[in-house]
């Protein structure tokens, strides 16, 4: 993992590097049909939130593009600062698209919660079918973890829900430095079936500050 200089971020510099040709960089309009291809794999969306559309089309990828681009969903940088009056103040996307070669294969972002939970941020991630189990995820998920708390100081934790029997993603989350917190029982209803919810959580340390 190579981290790049946060002050150089645009739409096209990526924020994290990897082998292979594997980078981490901010949703374009051209992956608009790897976006659409790999989000109507239906394997790829067993463990998904049904929140995602299905079929899901290039008008839903144009709203989520849009979404991603609009600068009030964006996360502070540097700091935590309780009560930010500056509204110049510098801030980052909080969902990327993860590529190869440039194309788009994945996605990978945090969702910042509200009120009393507006230092928490839930993750969450997906990878094309065909490129599962090449060790992708295992290394981004971490990276992206470790540059997130790095990057926006009021990011106190990272929590993740798993559906019960995903245990590619429990292990990525392992890899990332999370723990497991708990289980809600029977709290999910997807494709007809009750599901667990699993629910894992990492915090903020002194070791994420002094980077
Ligand atoms: C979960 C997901 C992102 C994993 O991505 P990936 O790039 O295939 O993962 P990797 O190849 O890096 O594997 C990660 C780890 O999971 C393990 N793993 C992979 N497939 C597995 C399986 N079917 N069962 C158990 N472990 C598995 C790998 O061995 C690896 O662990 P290791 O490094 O300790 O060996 C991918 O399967 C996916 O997109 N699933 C659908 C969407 C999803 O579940 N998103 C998460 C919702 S929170």
Redesign the pocket.
């Known amino acids: 993992m190579f981290p790049m200089d946060q002050s150089k971020s645009t739409t096209s510099t990526p924020i994290l590097k990897f082998r292979d040709g594997i980078a981490v960089r901010e949703f374009h309009e051209d992956d608009v049909s790897d976006s659409v291809q790999c989000l109507n794999e239906p394997e790829?969306r067993?463990?998904?939130r049904n929140r995602i559309p299905s079929p899901y089309t290039e008008s839903d990828f144009k709203w989520w593009i849009d979404r991603c681009a609009d600068q009030t969903n964006w996360i502070p940088t540097g700091p935590f600062e309780p009560d930010p009056q500056d509204s110049t103040i510098h801030r980052l996307p909080s969902h990327y698209a993860i590529v190869k070669d440039d194309r788009l294969i994945?996605a990978i972002g945090l969702e910042m919660k509200s009120d009393v939970y507006c230092r928490t941020g839930e993750l969450?991630?997906?990878?094309a079918r065909p490129?599962?189990?090449?060790?992708?995820?295992?290394?981004v998920a971490p990276a992206f973890v470790k540059w997130a708390f790095a990057t926006f100081g009021i990011l106190y934790r990272i929590e993740?829900?798993?559906f019960s029997g995903?245990?590619?993603?429990r292990?990525?989350l392992k890899?990332s430095g999370m723990k497991f917190e708990g289980r809600h029982e029977g709290s999910i209803w997807k494709n007809g079936q009750i599901l667990d919810g699993d629910f894992w959580g990492i915090v903020r340390t002194e070791k994420d500050d002094a980077q």
């Open positions: 790829v067993t463990f998904l994945g969450g991630y997906w990878i490129q599962w189990g090449k060790g992708i995820m295992g290394s993740a829900e798993i995903n245990d590619a993603s292990a990525v890899k």
